[in-house]
C-alpha cells in the first residue's frame, strides 16, 4: 500500500517532535510544517502534461535551500554524489519496468536500503548523508517521471506517495544509525567514568 511508510514515520516524528522536544519556536514549526506536509500531500499540479505532486515542489526547494545553507557542503561534490544516487535511482526504476523479478522484498526497501549505503560512503557526516540522498532521490525521480511519460508513454505522477516512501525509509534507517551511534557513545563515556570512579573509592 503506497503511502504507508510516509505517514506512520511522519506521524511517529510528529509526535517526537511535539511532545518531546523543548518548548521552542523551533518544535512549534517543524510540527507545523509536519502537519503541512500531510494536508498537502495528495495534491498535484499539471505542467506540460506532467503530474507533479506539489509536496515534491516544496520538499525540492527546502532541500536545495538546506544544501546551499550548509557550509561544510561543497557544492561540487553535493552535485556528484547527488547525480550519483539519481542515476541509481532512476536506473532501478527502469529494472523493476522491465525486468521485475529482480524485486525480491518490497522495492521500497530495497531502494531505500541502497540510497543509504551509497550516501553513506558520499559523505562524512550525518547532514551531509541525509541531503545527498534526498537529493540523489529527488532528482532520480525527476528522470524517472520524464523517462517514463515522455519516452515510454506510461503514466506517471512525480513526487507520489511511493516515492515519499522511499525518502521516509532513508530517514528511518539513518535515524536508527543515529540513535546506535548515539547509544555507543553514551555506553562509552560511561564505560571511561566507571574506572576512574572505582580507582578513586579505592583510594579513599
Known sequence: MEGVFIYWFGW???VVITFFWSKSKARFWSAFSLL????????????????IHLVYVLFSSYLFWQLNKAKECNLVHAFIASITIAAAYAGFQMMMIFDPVVVYIDS???????????SFFLAATFKLRLLFAFSGLIQGELLTGIVTQHHLYMDYSIGSLYFFDIVAVVGCLYSVVWVFKQASVALANFVVREPKTSVLKQSS
Open 108 to 118: 521500497r526497501w530495497m531502494i531505500g536500503l541502497m540510497t543509504g549505503i551509497i
Open 36 to 51: 503541512l506536509f500531510f494536508i498537502l500531500l495528495p495534491k498535484t499540479l499539471v505542467f506540460a502534461n506532467t503530474t
Open 12 to 14: 511517529l516524528l510528529w
